[in-house]
Protein backbone atom coordinates (compact mmCIF):
# COMPACT_ATOMS: atom_id res chain seq x y z
CA UNK A 1 0.00 0.00 0.00
CA UNK A 2 1.22 3.32 -0.95
CA UNK A 3 1.95 6.02 1.87
CA UNK A 4 2.12 9.88 1.77
CA UNK A 5 4.67 12.11 2.86
CA UNK A 6 4.35 14.86 5.33
CA UNK A 7 6.76 17.05 7.59
CA UNK A 8 7.61 15.05 10.99
CA UNK A 9 6.79 18.04 12.57
CA UNK A 10 4.84 21.88 12.71
CA UNK A 11 4.87 24.56 15.75
CA UNK A 12 2.69 27.02 16.04
CA UNK A 13 0.98 29.28 18.27
CA UNK A 14 -2.76 29.60 18.91
CA UNK A 15 -4.65 32.05 16.84
CA UNK A 16 -2.80 30.79 13.60
CA UNK A 17 -3.87 29.09 10.72
CA UNK A 18 -1.63 26.11 10.46
CA UNK A 19 -1.40 24.10 7.23
CA UNK A 20 0.16 20.80 6.64
CA UNK A 21 0.55 19.86 3.26
CA UNK A 22 0.66 15.95 2.25
CA UNK A 23 2.78 14.48 -0.84
CA UNK A 24 0.92 11.53 -2.89
CA UNK A 25 3.03 11.52 -5.83
CA UNK A 26 1.89 7.99 -7.34
CA UNK A 27 -1.67 9.21 -6.15
CA UNK A 28 -4.61 6.67 -8.58
CA UNK A 29 -7.55 7.46 -9.89
CA UNK A 30 -9.68 5.71 -7.56
CA UNK A 31 -7.86 7.24 -4.43
CA UNK A 32 -9.37 9.48 -2.10
CA UNK A 33 -7.66 11.87 0.64
CA UNK A 34 -8.15 11.46 3.97
CA UNK A 35 -6.99 13.16 7.10
CA UNK A 36 -7.31 11.84 10.56
CA UNK A 37 -6.10 13.48 13.98
CA UNK A 38 -4.99 11.55 16.89
CA UNK A 39 -4.00 12.50 20.69
CA UNK A 40 -1.95 10.50 23.14
CA UNK A 41 -3.60 7.37 23.93
CA UNK A 42 -6.68 7.65 21.75
CA UNK A 43 -7.48 6.35 18.71
CA UNK A 44 -7.51 8.24 15.47
CA UNK A 45 -10.20 10.58 14.61
CA UNK A 46 -11.65 11.52 11.15
CA UNK A 47 -11.01 15.88 10.23
CA UNK A 48 -11.96 15.81 6.71
CA UNK A 49 -11.75 13.81 3.53
CA UNK A 50 -11.78 14.91 -0.55
CA UNK A 51 -11.17 13.72 -4.47
CA UNK A 52 -10.12 16.97 -5.70
CA UNK A 53 -10.48 21.02 -5.08
CA UNK A 54 -11.57 22.22 -2.12
CA UNK A 55 -13.62 20.57 0.59
CA UNK A 56 -14.73 23.14 3.82
CA UNK A 57 -16.13 21.60 7.10
CA UNK A 58 -16.35 22.70 10.36
CA UNK A 59 -13.03 22.01 11.46
CA UNK A 60 -10.82 22.03 8.74
CA UNK A 61 -10.43 22.61 4.96
CA UNK A 62 -9.07 20.15 2.72
CA UNK A 63 -7.36 22.06 -0.64
CA UNK A 64 -6.26 18.93 -3.24
CA UNK A 65 -4.55 20.45 -6.33
CA UNK A 66 -5.92 19.60 -10.09
CA UNK A 67 -2.99 16.92 -10.54
CA UNK A 68 -3.58 15.76 -6.53
CA UNK A 69 -0.49 14.84 -6.50
CA UNK A 70 -0.69 16.70 -2.99
CA UNK A 71 -3.10 17.85 -0.78
CA UNK A 72 -3.23 20.49 2.28
CA UNK A 73 -4.91 20.89 5.39
CA UNK A 74 -5.47 23.64 6.67
CA UNK A 75 -6.61 24.40 10.21
CA UNK A 76 -7.72 28.02 10.86
CA UNK A 77 -7.38 29.42 14.28
CA UNK A 78 -5.76 26.67 16.36
CA UNK A 79 -6.03 26.28 20.06
CA UNK A 80 -4.11 24.39 22.03
CA UNK A 81 -6.26 22.07 21.82
CA UNK A 82 -5.22 20.61 18.48
CA UNK A 83 -1.98 19.48 19.51
CA UNK A 84 -2.00 16.30 18.30
CA UNK A 85 -0.84 14.36 14.98
CA UNK A 86 -2.00 14.80 12.08
CA UNK A 87 -2.23 11.57 9.43
CA UNK A 88 -2.91 11.96 5.52
CA UNK A 89 -4.19 9.13 3.96
CA UNK A 90 -4.95 7.67 0.56
CA UNK A 91 -6.82 5.18 -0.29
CA UNK A 92 -8.84 3.23 -2.64
CA UNK A 93 -12.77 3.51 -2.83
CA UNK A 94 -13.26 0.07 -3.30
CA UNK A 95 -10.46 -0.94 -0.33
CA UNK A 96 -10.52 0.24 2.82
CA UNK A 97 -7.17 -0.87 4.67
CA UNK A 98 -6.06 2.94 5.67
CA UNK A 99 -2.30 2.92 5.47
CA UNK A 100 -0.99 5.29 7.96
CA UNK A 101 2.44 7.28 7.57
CA UNK A 102 4.45 8.81 10.51
CA UNK A 103 1.94 11.70 10.51
CA UNK A 104 2.98 15.31 11.20
CA UNK A 105 3.28 16.21 14.65
CA UNK A 106 1.46 19.75 15.75
CA UNK A 107 2.68 21.19 18.95
CA UNK A 108 0.41 24.88 19.96
CA UNK A 109 1.74 27.08 21.98
CA UNK A 110 -0.21 29.61 23.61
CA UNK B 1 -24.95 6.96 20.65
CA UNK B 2 -22.18 5.04 21.94
CA UNK B 3 -18.67 4.98 19.72
CA UNK B 4 -16.39 2.04 19.61
CA UNK B 5 -15.03 0.40 22.16
CA UNK B 6 -12.54 -1.96 22.97
CA UNK B 7 -11.40 -4.34 25.90
CA UNK B 8 -9.50 -4.06 28.01
CA UNK B 9 -7.36 -1.08 27.99
CA UNK B 10 -4.63 -2.33 29.21
CA UNK B 11 -3.17 -6.26 28.86
CA UNK B 12 -0.32 -7.49 30.10
CA UNK B 13 0.80 -10.66 29.87
CA UNK B 14 4.08 -13.10 29.56
CA UNK B 15 5.73 -14.65 26.21
CA UNK B 16 3.79 -17.63 25.60
CA UNK B 17 0.71 -16.84 26.72
CA UNK B 18 -2.96 -16.40 24.83
CA UNK B 19 -4.21 -12.68 25.43
CA UNK B 20 -7.88 -12.29 23.25
CA UNK B 21 -8.97 -8.03 22.79
CA UNK B 22 -12.39 -7.84 21.92
CA UNK B 23 -14.11 -4.89 19.76
CA UNK B 24 -17.79 -3.85 19.99
CA UNK B 25 -18.52 -1.05 16.68
CA UNK B 26 -21.10 0.81 16.59
CA UNK B 27 -24.50 -0.41 16.06
CA UNK B 28 -25.39 -0.83 12.61
CA UNK B 29 -21.94 -0.86 11.38
CA UNK B 30 -21.63 -3.66 9.05
CA UNK B 31 -17.29 -2.96 8.38
CA UNK B 32 -15.07 -4.04 11.08
CA UNK B 33 -11.60 -3.07 11.14
CA UNK B 34 -8.53 -4.21 13.13
CA UNK B 35 -5.19 -2.20 12.93
CA UNK B 36 -2.16 -1.98 15.46
CA UNK B 37 0.73 -0.01 16.25
CA UNK B 38 3.80 -1.97 17.47
CA UNK B 39 6.46 -0.05 19.79
CA UNK B 40 8.27 3.02 17.43
CA UNK B 41 6.50 2.20 14.04
CA UNK B 42 3.58 3.51 12.13
CA UNK B 43 -0.33 2.61 12.51
CA UNK B 44 -0.75 -0.88 10.27
CA UNK B 45 -3.78 -2.49 8.87
CA UNK B 46 -3.98 -5.71 10.10
CA UNK B 47 -7.50 -7.09 8.50
CA UNK B 48 -11.29 -5.86 7.74
CA UNK B 49 -15.15 -7.66 8.22
CA UNK B 50 -17.88 -6.77 6.47
CA UNK B 51 -20.47 -8.41 8.46
CA UNK B 52 -19.32 -12.03 9.72
CA UNK B 53 -17.23 -12.59 6.50
CA UNK B 54 -13.39 -11.65 6.22
CA UNK B 55 -12.90 -9.33 3.27
CA UNK B 56 -9.23 -8.48 3.38
CA UNK B 57 -6.73 -10.10 6.08
CA UNK B 58 -3.77 -9.64 3.95
CA UNK B 59 -2.26 -7.13 6.95
CA UNK B 60 -2.43 -10.21 9.62
CA UNK B 61 1.31 -10.70 10.47
CA UNK B 62 1.51 -14.58 11.51
CA UNK B 63 -1.09 -17.41 12.22
CA UNK B 64 -0.47 -16.56 15.64
CA UNK B 65 -3.07 -13.88 15.42
CA UNK B 66 -7.18 -15.24 15.18
CA UNK B 67 -9.78 -12.16 14.38
CA UNK B 68 -13.34 -13.94 14.60
CA UNK B 69 -16.68 -12.00 14.58
CA UNK B 70 -19.42 -14.62 14.83
CA UNK B 71 -23.08 -13.16 13.92
CA UNK B 72 -21.54 -9.89 12.65
CA UNK B 73 -21.61 -7.74 16.22
CA UNK B 74 -18.64 -7.38 18.08
CA UNK B 75 -15.06 -9.05 17.01
CA UNK B 76 -12.20 -10.08 19.18
CA UNK B 77 -8.73 -10.71 18.27
CA UNK B 78 -6.60 -13.70 20.00
CA UNK B 79 -3.20 -13.70 20.02
CA UNK B 80 -1.81 -17.65 20.62
CA UNK B 81 1.29 -17.68 21.63
CA UNK B 82 2.19 -14.23 22.09
CA UNK B 83 5.54 -13.14 21.51
CA UNK B 84 7.74 -10.01 22.27
CA UNK B 85 7.30 -8.61 19.23
CA UNK B 86 3.48 -8.36 19.64
CA UNK B 87 3.51 -5.76 21.95
CA UNK B 88 2.11 -2.42 21.03
CA UNK B 89 -1.44 -0.79 20.72
CA UNK B 90 -4.45 -2.70 18.79
CA UNK B 91 -7.36 -0.19 17.28
CA UNK B 92 -10.39 -1.56 16.54
CA UNK B 93 -12.71 0.77 13.83
CA UNK B 94 -15.63 0.43 12.28
CA UNK B 95 -17.61 2.16 9.45
CA UNK B 96 -21.17 1.95 8.06
CA UNK B 97 -20.36 1.08 4.34
CA UNK B 98 -18.03 0.66 2.22
CA UNK B 99 -15.80 3.13 -0.39
CA UNK B 100 -15.34 6.84 1.06
CA UNK B 101 -16.75 7.44 4.33
CA UNK B 102 -14.66 7.87 7.91
CA UNK B 103 -13.47 5.25 10.02
CA UNK B 104 -14.48 5.13 13.37
CA UNK B 105 -11.80 4.08 16.01
CA UNK B 106 -11.53 2.97 19.68
CA UNK B 107 -9.47 4.04 21.84
CA UNK B 108 -7.03 0.49 21.66
CA UNK B 109 -6.01 -2.22 23.40
CA UNK B 110 -2.57 -1.89 24.85
CA UNK B 111 -1.07 -5.36 24.96
CA UNK B 112 2.48 -5.25 26.89
CA UNK B 113 4.39 -8.97 26.44
CA UNK B 114 7.28 -9.49 28.68
Known amino acids: LAKTTQPISMDSYEGQEVNITCSHNNIATNDYITWYQQFPSQGPRFIIQ???TKVTNEVASLFIPADRKSSTLSLPRVSLSDTAVYYCLRGDTGRRALTFGSGTRLQVQP | EAGVTQFPSHSVIEKGQTVTLRCDPI?????LYWYRRVMGKEIKFLLH????????ESGMPNNRFLAERTGGTYSTLKVQPAELEDSGVYFCASSHGGGTGELFFGEGSRLTVL
Open chain 2, 49 to 56: FVKESKQD
Open chain 1, 50 to 52: GYK
Open chain 2, 27 to 31: SGHDN
